[in-house]
C-alpha cells in the first residue's frame, strides 16, 4: 500500500505560480509511473503530467510550456511547477502512482487562480 499526500495548493493571481508536491510513503522507484491529474468542477477528471519509470514524460496541451513535472528521488516527492497560471486552471489536483496492480491516488490540493 502507497500513501501519496500533497501539498502546496492555494490562491494566486493569473500569471503567478505555485509548486505541488507529492510526497509517497515508501520508495517512489517502487511506481512504474507518477503523475499529476485535476477536477475541475463539473468536469472529468484529466491528466496534466506523467512521468514514467523508463523516463518518459507527457503533458497535456493546456498546460505544456508552462507546468514542469520532476521528482526528488531521495525525498520520494514528486513536484509539478507551475507557471504563467490562468484562471482555467483552477481545479482540485491529483498526485497518482502506478504499479503493475494498483492505482494510488492522494487526496488532492486546490489550486485557484484568481484576481
Known amino acids: 500500500q502507497v500513501q501519496l499526500v500533497e501539498s502546496g495548493g492555494g490562491l494566486v493571481q493569473p500569471g503567478g505560480s505555485l509548486r505541488l508536491s507529492c510526497t509517497t510513503s515508501?520508495?517512489?522507484?517502487?511506481?512504474?509511473?507518477v503523475g499529476w491529474y485535476r477536477q475541475a468542477p463539473r468536469k472529468e477528471r484529466e491528466l496534466v503530467a506523467v512521468?514514467?519509470?523508463?523516463?518518459?514524460?507527457q503533458y497535456a496541451d493546456s498546460v505544456k510550456g508552462r507546468f514542469t513535472i520532476s521528482i526528488s528521488y531521495a525525498k520520494n516527492t514528486l513536484y509539478l511547477q507551475m507557471d504563467s497560471l490562468r484562471p482555467e486552471d483552477t481545479a482540485l489536483y491529483y498526485c497518482?502512482?502506478?504499479?503493475?496492480?494498483?492505482?494510488?491516488w492522494g487526496q488532492g490540493t486546490q489550486v485557484t487562480v484568481s484576481s
Open positions: 512521468h514514467t519509470r523508463g523516463g518518459s514524460t
Open positions: 497518482n502512482g502506478q504499479t503493475q496492480f494498483d492505482n494510488y
Open positions: 515508501g520508495s517512489i522507484f517502487s511506481l512504474n509511473a
